[in-house]
């Protein structure tokens, strides 16, 4: 049972760590600093398909992210809150392989322009937000997942212990 739990804060931590390299590798399209919002380390929303270690390591990856980004409170907050819904609920949806990105995609398109808009000032309407936030978020999360997880599916054992164990 130790080992189990072990395997699991692993797995969680490794997910956190790369989300948090690959946000700040691509800073520039991560933070919106471009027009659209894509974070990239968004596509690993898919992993909760592979392990119930990626809910907390999405989140805590988001939390950590936006603080190192600089983010305001309100973004480190209800950010990493949409991260983690997504998380979750693609957790839940997860005997459609399709079905597991568009939760994160829905949650970040609903709460974040709310952030960018009160938090950060960003001059535009609302229902304009949302669209900017949920092309990235579409890009991120369904196409770049999409592709990450058909990668990542023929090689599932051996990258996600705690499921093959």
Partial sequence: MKSKTALFI????????????LTMAFAPISFGQSGIDVRIAEAL???PYFTPAAIPGLAVGCVIANVIGGGIIWDIIFGSCATLIGAV???????NRWLVPIPAVAANTLIIP?????GYGVNLPIPMLMLSVGVGEFIS???????LL????????????????
Wanted: glycine share 4%; net charge positive; charged share 20%.
């Fill in 10 to 21: 692993t797995e969680s931590a490794a997910i956190a760590a790369l989300y948090v390299v």
């Fill in 45 to 47: 929303v898919i992993l």
């Fill in 89 to 95: 609920i693609g957790y839940l949806l997860r005997k």
């Fill in 114 to 118: 709310f952030i960018l808009y009160y």
């Fill in 141 to 147: 999360a369904f196409v770049l997942g999409e592709i």
């Fill in 150 to 165: 058909t990668a990542l599916a023929p090689r599932k054992k051996f990258i996600f212990r705690s499921v093959s164990e």
